[in-house]
């Protein structure tokens, strides 16, 4: 059995049937849909990233102690971890300055979540959902 890291995208949420939602409660449902309440609201997740989950230890390793290393370590404690609006500008500071840490094959990750993490600053109800998993 292998265990592997999957960093999933939320990028677009939809009303399982339209006709479910009066008028008058419209607002209240974007509302929900911004802030993520899941009342009939289906999420759609774009797999982002798979990886080996001893090669995300490693990569939380390269981290220097600090608030950016608890967040990514939290995969480790707690089997996932959200990244959201929130976390952007530490973990974008954080993946920038580790930088010359990285192997290649974590650059590659590093891009993939640098331009990933430059679309949820432009759009913050998106977020990164990622999970550890046995296959």
């Not at 960093?7 to 399982?16: D, G, Q």
């Not at 192997?103 to 679309?119: F, G, N």
Request: net charge negative.
């Amino acid at each position: 059995m292998t265990t592997q890291v999957f960093f999933y995208l939320l990028n677009e949420r939809f009303v399982e049937n339209d006709e479910q939602v009066p008028e008058q409660a419209k607002q209240v449902m974007y509302y929900s849909l911004a802030i993520g309440h899941h009342v009939g609201v289906i999420d759609c997740f774009k797999k982002l990233l798979i990886c080996d989950y001893a090669d995300y230890q490693r990569f939380v390793d390269t981290f220097p102690e600090g608030d950016a290393k608890r967040k990514f370590a939290g995969l480790m404690k707690f089997g996932e971890i959200v990244i959201d609006s929130s976390h952007v500008n530490l973990l974008a500071k954080a993946l920038d300055e580790n930088r010359a840490n990285f192997s290649p094959e974590y650059q590659k990750w590093v891009d993939i979540l640098m331009d990933t993490l430059a679309s949820i600053q432009r759009e913050p109800v998106m977020y990164i959902m990622v999970k550890r998993r046995d296959e």
